[in-house]
């Protein structure tokens, strides 16, 4: 009897279990009849709940994830289908899901999507028109229906069906990333995200964590671990942070390295450690399990899963096994000494830290009370100064005096919409090569950005800045509208103090 994993996540009963796939590149290929066998087996053992396929994983050029669920549908098991926003403008994403939602494949897992690597043609141009938080706020208003302007008044579209679920990475060393996770996270589950799977660790602490955090916030949101069957020479690949996200410590690369000297190379070894595990997440109370692994097939997924359900009526005994804390690693709880998890007293935070040009950030402060705070000092006369030069001849050396001091003190890109108001005045389009604006993607690594290592993530930048002042709630206080292209090479000036831009509907409604 085929399962419902859309039923499961809402009903929060049953203990889930999804498999990850990758089609791979190229359509008629071995990877992707592969990747069907493999699907029909599990569709005839009747474990798994559905089959999850990516989306160009890790930058890789693949099959379309849709094409191939059309087919695993087929085979009578749900299928869940990753859509990032890492190729796709809005438009492109909204047509996506149009098709998604006609070939009934509702269940989707929305990410921002790894950095784009080399192709047949060259380096593709990276896109991150949006967020993976704005993606599911268009989610939720296509499972309203879209209303569509024409030009006798409005029409509403029939709503779609889609379960929506999104990612974190509670594996974070530092306080900075791993709130700014969090934070994240938040928005996340507020834009719709209706289940949320990890990204992968084998530390259970930090499991545990992320589970006792979502309690403490009071989100009634369903948690499932991933649980990657990791060898040595993958093992080095993530510990040398070759896989952006998956973190595997010194200490467990050292038992991977032992157990690849064995006849079996430490297969055995890694389908036990993967079986524990299961076991652990499903004791401490997480509502499933994402598993996945190189080249992992149908009967060792099986005897994962039988071997975690078998071992899960004692899982106590293993959490000790899976003690991989990172160097200097940052712990939002304490550790129980009684039972290897955590106890629910917060932990002491680092200590503040000003990262980059302090006084560059104190000037940007006193010059947003003085001039950008609405209806306070000089807001008033730059908005009445705005619209007397709007169109005019002044507005092209107002806009070349506003660009100038930008680029100077900001790396400005010059987009007219400008975000530097909601991150600490850190750009978001000039320093972050994924464009974020409402929190990191999972890629940093200590605190340095996936893409560019020798530069610090802007959302870590933004928190030491902000926590000088107490102020790093803010961070995660409103939903940062995704930007508008419209506004390209324009004064962000005029277009914040004559409501045309994001913050508009944030700042007195509609300033128009």
């Known amino acids: 009897m085929k399962k419902d994993f859309r039923e499961q996540i809402y009903a929060k009963k049953d203990f889930v279990v999804t498999w990850e796939l990758i089609p791979g590149r190229g359509a008629w290929e071995i990877s992707q009849e592969k990747v069907l066998a493999q699907a029909e087996k599990a569709a005839k053992g009747n474990i798994v709940d559905a089959i999850s396929l990516t989306d160009n994983p890790g930058g890789n050029v693949g099959i379309r994830p849709d094409v191939i669920g059309q087919e695993i549908a087929k085979l009578g098991i749900d299928t869940i289908i990753h859509l990032t926003c890492k190729d796709k403008n809005r438009n492109q994403l909204e047509s996506t899901l149009y098709a998604l939602e006609r070939a009934k494949l509702n269940n989707v897992l929305v990410l921002t999507g790894d950095y784009d690597l080399e192709s047949s043609f060259g380096n593709p141009k990276p896109v991150f028109d949006l967020d993976s938080t704005q993606l599911l706020q268009m989610i939720q208003q296509l499972n309203r229906g879209v209303v569509v302007k024409k030009p006798k008044g409005e029409s509403q579209l029939k709503p779609c069906h889609f379960c929506a679920g999104a990612a974190v990475s509670p594996f974070k060393a530092t306080e900075a990333e791993l709130m700014m996770q969090y934070s994240k996270l938040k928005k ?173 950030y104190k000037l940007s402060r006193a010059f947003h009370k003085l001039f950008f705070v609405p209806d306070k000092n000089l807001y008033g006369i730059m908005k009445k100064l705005s619209a007397s030069i709007d169109g005019k001849k002044l507005e092209k050396p107002f806009h070349g005096l506003e660009h100038a001091a930008k680029s100077l003190l900001y790396n400005c890109q010059d987009c007219g919409d400008c975000a530097l108001t909601d991150i600490a005045y850190v750009c978001p389009m000039g320093d972050c090569p994924k464009n974020q604006r409402n929190g990191p993607c999972a890629g940093s690594y200590l605190g340095w950005c996936e893409v560019n290592p020798d530069k610090q993530c802007i959302w870590v930048r933004a928190y030491h800045r902000l926590k000088k002042y107490g102020e790093q709630a803010e961070l995660n206080s409103y939903q940062v509208s995704p930007y508008n292209w419209k506004l390209q090479h324009t004064s962000s000036w005029i277009n914040f103090y004559l409501g045309r831009d994001h913050s508009a509907s944030r700042l007195n409604g509609d300033r128009r």
């Not at 949101?221 to 510990?239: D, Q, R």
């Not at 064995?262 to 109370?285: E, F, N, V, W």
């Not at 994402?290 to 959490?319: C, F, P, R, T």
């Open 188 to 360: 996340k589950i507020e834009n719709g995200a209706a289940f949320i799977i990890t990204q992968v660790g084998y530390d259970i602490r930090k499991y545990h964590e992320l589970l006792l955090y979502t309690r403490q916030m009071g989100w009634n949101i369903s948690l499932i671990g991933n649980l990657y069957a990791v060898n040595f020479p993958v093992g080095k690949l993530m510990n040398k942070n070759k896989v952006p996200g998956c973190v595997v410590t010194d200490k467990l690369l050292a038992e991977l390295e032992k157990e690849w000297q064995s006849p079996d190379k430490g297969k055995q070894a890694m389908l036990d450690r993967i079986a524990k595990l299961y076991a652990l997440l499903k004791g401490i109370g997480y509502q499933g399990v994402h598993l996945g692994g190189h080249n992992m097939e149908y009967e060792q997924l099986e005897y994962i899963v039988n071997k975690g359900e078998e071992l899960s009526a004692n899982w106590q005994d293993y959490v000790r096994e899976f003690d991989f804390p990172q160097t200097n690693g940052f712990y939002l709880f304490e550790r129980d000494e009684a039972t290897g998890l955590n106890t629910e007293k917060t932990a002491a935070t680092e200590r503040s830290c000003q990262v980059d040009r302090p006084k560059t």
